[in-house]
């Protein structure tokens, strides 16, 4: 079996409670694809699977009362393998 998956966000603020006090993050842009396989043996427990996925996000720090902003763009190629192992 083949797959493939995407993943996208919308512009929205970022709850995050590790940020100093009166820093806020806003995310910008998110966005990934991915694609993988799945292979059912029917004699193991578990199916083998190798699945890649690549996700860009893009956010924007800033501090209450100033200007100043900081942008972070975050970038993770992801690869996951699934297997039976006795």
């Known amino acids: 079996l083949s797959m493939t998956s995407s993943q996208w ?3 929205t603020d970022i709850k995050n409670p590790q940020l100093p006090q ?3 993050q806003h ?6 694809q991915g694609r993988g396989t799945i292979t059912v043996d029917l ?4 199916p083998s699977s190798k699945a890649s996925t690549m996700v860009n996000m893009f956010t924007v720090l800033k501090k209450e009362n100033s200007s100043n902003t ?3 763009n975050i970038s993770m190629d992801l690869t996951v393998l699934l297997s039976y192992l006795p």
């Open 9 to 11: 966000a919308k512009n």
């Open 22 to 24: 009166g820093v806020t």
């Open 27 to 32: 995310l910008k842009k998110l966005s990934g």
């Open 43 to 46: 004699t193991k427990p578990v």
């Open 70 to 72: 900081m942008d972070m």
